[in-house]
C-alpha cells in the first residue's frame, strides 16, 4: 500500500541530496509505515547544510518530491503547477496523509475529493493564531486560512489533532477523530522526580527560568518574560532568564538592554536535542510565553523532568498546566506573569514537580501511537 504526505512544510536538502529534518524526521514519518508499504512526501524543499537541530532522513521506501512554494506572497503563481504535481502524485496513492495548516494541504485535500481518495488529517496548529500575530500580510491571510481550514476539518471523515480540546473547538470536524500529541516521549524513570525535588529544597535565592524556542519569532514572547523579569529585579528579585534557541536574537539582546537586564538574560544558544534536558534539569521554571501554539513539545518535555512551568493562555497550553500557572497572551501580561514568579516558593514547586511529572506520563510514546494507529486503520477499512 502507497501512502502520500502533504504539508508545507519545509525540510532541508544539502548539495548531496541529503534530506534533514527538525519537526519532521524519521520518527515521524515511520508512524505512517505502520499501514503503508511506501511513503511519498510532497513538501517545499530548501537548499541548506544540516544545522544541529536536523536530523538527516534516510527511512527506506520514502521518496521526496519537491513542491513549489504556494505560501510565500508569490505563492499564487504556483499554483497551477502545485496542482499538476499533486495531481499526479495523488492518483498512484492509496491513501493520503494530509497535515494542516497548509496551503499543499488545502490542495491536496480538494484533489482528493475530486480523485475519491481516502484522506487523513492531521491538525497541528491554528492558522488563525499563526497568521494573526505574524504580520500584516498574515492578518490578511488569517481569515481565508481560517475559513478554508475550518471547511476542510469538517468535511474529513478521519482526523488526527495534536490538542484535547483546542483546535477540536476551533475546528471541529463531522468525521471520526482521536487527540494524538506530535510529542511523544520515552518511558520516564521515577529517579528524574527524586533528583528535582531534592533540587527545588536545595535551591538558592536566585530563580533560574528557562524558554526553548526560536529567537527571531515575536509571537514566542520571550520578551513578555524579560520585561518581567525588569520589573522583578527592581523589587530586589533575583533571576535569570535563559533562552535555548536558533535564529536573529538582536531583538530579545534590545528588549534586554532597554530594560536593564541584561546581567540576568543569557542566550544560550541552539543545543542538541539529547542536551536539552541536561538544561531543562538546571533551570527552576520552565516558561512557554507563545502568543499561538498548537500543542508546545518544549513544555511537554520540561514537565516530564519535573519543571515547574508557566505559560501563556495561547493553543494547548492551558491543557497541560494548572489554571494558576497561566497568564494572559496579551501584550499587557507582565504584571500577571510577575504575581506567577512572585508566588512560586518552594512549596508550590514541588506540588507542581509532582503534578507536571505525572501530567507528561500521558505523552508516553507508546499510548499515542496505539490511538493513532487506531484511526489509521479505521480509514484504510474503509476503502
Not at 536574537?249 to 536535542?273: M, N, R, W
Not at 500543542?295 to 519535573?306: D, Q, V, W
Amino acid at each position: 500500500m502507497k501512502g502520500l504526505f502533504c504539508y508545507d512544510g519545509p525540510i532541508n536538502c544539502d548539495e548531496q541530496g541529503n534530506y534533514f529534518g527538525t519537526v519532521l524526521n524519521n520518527n515521524v514519518f515511520r508512524r505512517y509505515f505502520s499501514i503503508v508499504n511506501s511513503l511519498d512526501i510532497a513538501i517545499r524543499v530548501e537548499k541548506q547544510e544540516q544545522n544541529s537541530k536536523a536530523s538527516q532522513i534516510t527511512l527506506d521506501n520514502l521518496n521526496i518530491i519537491p513542491m513549489p512554494n504556494v505560501a510565500s506572497a508569490t505563492g499564487i503563481f504556483n499554483t497551477k503547477e502545485a496542482t499538476h504535481a499533486l495531481k499526479q502524485n495523488i492518483k498512484k496513492a492509496d491513501i493520503l496523509f494530509i497535515r494542516l495548516p497548509s496551503f499543499i494541504g488545502n490542495i491536496a485535500i480538494k484533489l482528493a475529493k475530486q480523485l475519491n481518495k481516502p484522506y487523513i488529517v492531521e491538525m497541528v496548529g491554528c492558522p488563525w493564531d499563526s497568521l494573526w500575530n505574524h504580520s500584516v500580510k498574515g492578518k490578511i491571510i488569517a481569515p481565508y486560512m481560517w475559513h478554508t481550514t475550518r471547511q476542510n476539518l469538517k468535511d474529513a471523515k478521519y482526523a488526527v489533532y495534536v490538542t484535547n480540546e483546542f483546535l477540536q473547538n476551533r475546528y471541529p470536524t463531522n468525521g471520526e477523530f482521536v487527540n494524538c500529541s506530535n510529542v511523544e516521549l520515552p518511558e520516564v524513570e521515577d529517579s528524574i522526580l527524586d533528583s528535582r525535588i531534592e533540587k527545588i529544597q536545595t535551591s538558592e535565592e536566585k530563580i533560574t527560568i528557562g524558554t526553548a524556542a526560536a529567537l527571531n519569532v515575536r509571537y514566542k514572547g520571550q520578551q513578555y518574560v524579560i520585561e518581567a523579569i525588569s520589573k522583578l529585579k527592581r523589587e530586589g528579585i533575583k533571576c535569570e532568564y535563559q533562552l535555548v534557541g536558533w535564529g536573529d536574537s538582536s531583538y530579545l539582546k534590545e528588549k534586554a538592554k532597554q530594560f536593564e537586564v541584561e546581567d540576568c538574560i543569557k542566550f544560550v544558544g541552539t543545543l542538541p536535542h539529547k542536551e536539552v534536558f541536561s538544561w531543562i534539569d538546571n533551570i527552576d521554571i520552565y516558561a512557554q510565553p507563545s502568543r499561538q501554539e498548537g500543542l508546545p513539545r518544549a513544555l511537554i518535555e520540561a514537565m516530564s523532568r519535573g519543571c515547574p512551568a508557566i505559560g501563556a493562555k495561547s493553543g494547548g497550553i492551558p491543557e497541560l498546566l494548572e489554571k494558576e500557572y497561566v497568564f494572559s497572551n496579551k501584550k499587557t501580561n507582565i504584571d500577571e506573569i510577575c504575581s506567577i514568579i512572585r508566588n512560586y516558593n518552594k512549596e508550590k514547586m514541588i506540588k507542581q514537580s509532582k503534578r507536571n511529572f505525572m501530567e507528561a506520563k500521558q505523552y508516553n510514546k507508546e499510548l499515542i501511537q496505539k490511538r493513532r494507529i487506531s484511526l489509521f486503520k479505521a480509514a484504510i477499512n474503509s476503502i
